[in-house]
């Protein structure tokens, strides 16, 4: 563009460097400078993504699916990690960049070894807490997925003397018990967060062969067999803790399931999974569309 005799006048007097900055975009037109803005920020809002080779993008999109659910839901606020075994190698997994669940995309995607180091690092920030998910897949190999939360309805389990047990039968997987992980015990007085493979894997030993783990003064984890499963359970942990301090507040004894009504129940939600998954991801879909 040719410098105008007016702009080079406004230059000579002194004027304001802004108001020179509005001129020139004013000149430029709108569609011009909406480009320039738009890819400014993006250039911003992260580093260039590192392709995830070897996995099914389906994969990659539960991931996806399950962080927004879980933020729709809740569950999740701008804290927190869903997390998925790599699909051919084992000693790898699968997680966001450092980002809101809410916020999650394909390209967000990252690759970890078992020790938390991100393969083919391409600058981008990493979530801290990485090493609930690679310590947890260490200990338990049939653990295919991993949620990490700071679910409200939860929390009050983690530092009272109430145990967490199934009190409907969506929530049956409690029935085997839901463990909870002082980390004040076993380290002294922290920052509570699960920053370094020690933790973790302390984590992972209080897990034990269960699929939740309530960690005191900070939230839960949970896992299973494929992503929907380990959202599936983060889900309904929170909604039964709900429920059980409902119940518990209304007063006298509470019935819950049985160890063997839970086996049962969780061996028939597992069979229909799909049909609470596909309506979860028709609930954000629009905010995939955007």
């Not at 803005?37 to 996995?55: N, T």
């Not at 028709?282 to 569309?289: E, K, N, Q, V, W």
Request: charged content about 20%; hydrophobic content about 45%; glycine content about 8%.
């Amino acid at each position: 563009m040719t410098a105008t005799p007016k702009m080079l006048l406004a230059v000579r007097l002194g004027q304001p460097i802004k108001t020179r900055l509005s001129c020139w975009l004013v000149r430029l037109g709108p569609t011009v400078v909406l480009a320039l803005l738009f890819g400014f920020a993006a250039a911003r809002a992260q580093a260039p993504s590192v392709p995830v080779s070897g996995v099914d993008a389906a994969l990659i999109e539960d991931i996806v699916t399950g962080s927004r659910v879980l933020a729709d839901f809740g569950v999740l606020d701008g804290f927190g990690h869903v997390s998925a075994r790599h699909s051919t190698n084992p000693n790898r997994f699968l997680m966001s960049r450092s980002l809101a669940p809410a916020l999650v995309t394909a390209a967000d995607i990252m690759e970890f070894d078992l020790d938390g180091n991100a393969v083919g690092d391409s600058g981008r920030s990493v979530f801290l807490e990485r090493f609930i998910h690679s310590e947890i897949y260490k200990a338990r190999p049939d653990v295919m997925s991993v949620v990490h939360t700071h679910s409200p309805g939860v929390i009050p389990f983690t530092v009272s003397q109430a145990p967490l047990r199934p009190i409907y039968h969506n929530a049956a997987f409690l029935a085997a018990g839901a463990p909870v992980w002082d980390i004040r015990k076993a380290f002294g007085e922290t920052d509570m967060l699960v920053r370094d493979p020690s933790l973790g894997k302390s984590l992972a030993q209080t897990l034990g062969d269960k699929s939740v783990v309530l960690m005191r003064g900070h939230g839960d984890v949970t896992v299973g067999p494929s992503v929907k499963v380990a959202v599936f359970r983060a889900y309904y942990t929170d909604v039964n803790a709900r429920l059980q301090s409902q119940a518990i507040a209304l007063g006298g004894d509470i019935n819950y399931l049985t160890p063997g009504e839970g086996a049962k129940a969780d061996t028939v939600n597992l069979a229909v999974l799909d049909r609470i998954w596909n309506l979860w991801r028709m609930r954000i879909a629009p905010s995939l569309a955007k």
